[in-house]
């Protein structure tokens, strides 16, 4: 079992940037898939950008692409997501998210076994 516990969220002007950070515990590894999703009130929850295990290769969900940039520490057992030019549409709940089976990041949440509790991201007009 893998614990996440997300940090950083909060209120922010449009085009103003926050740090999200997600700190695992338990049984981690670094050559697992991890990624950060979001779910706004009303919508499913979507994919946002993740990285892939020990090459750490990353994507993006288009929508944030050359705003967002995803990082991980494996020694410290640590995901950020530095989230610049915010936009009010970025406003959601924000899930942290580790993968038992997969080294190369995937979109899906079903590819995902292990959630953070999230944390709230709302960007003011």
């Known amino acids: 079992q893998v614990l996440l516990v997300e940090s950083g969220g909060g209120l922010v002007q449009a085009g103003g940037s926050l740090r999200l950070s997600c700190a695992a515990s338990?049984?981690?590894?670094?050559?697992?898939?991890m990624a950060w999703f979001r779910q706004a009130p009303g919508k499913e929850r979507e994919f946002v950008a993740g990285?892939?295990?020990?090459?750490?290769?990353?994507i993006y969900a288009d929508s944030v692409k050359g705003r967002f940039t995803i990082s991980r520490d494996n020694a410290k057992n640590i995901l950020n997501l530095q989230m610049n030019s915010l936009k009010p549409e970025d406003t959601a709940v924000y899930y942290c998210?580790?993968?038992?089976?997969?080294?190369?990041?995937?979109?899906?949440?079903?590819?995902?076994?292990?959630w953070g509790q999230g944390t709230q991201v709302t960007v003011s007009s």
């Open positions: 998210a580790s993968s038992a089976r997969y080294y190369v990041v995937q979109r899906a949440t079903g590819a995902y076994d292990n």
């Open positions: 990285v892939s295990g020990a090459i750490s290769s990353t």
């Open positions: 338990g049984r981690t590894s670094g050559n697992r898939a």
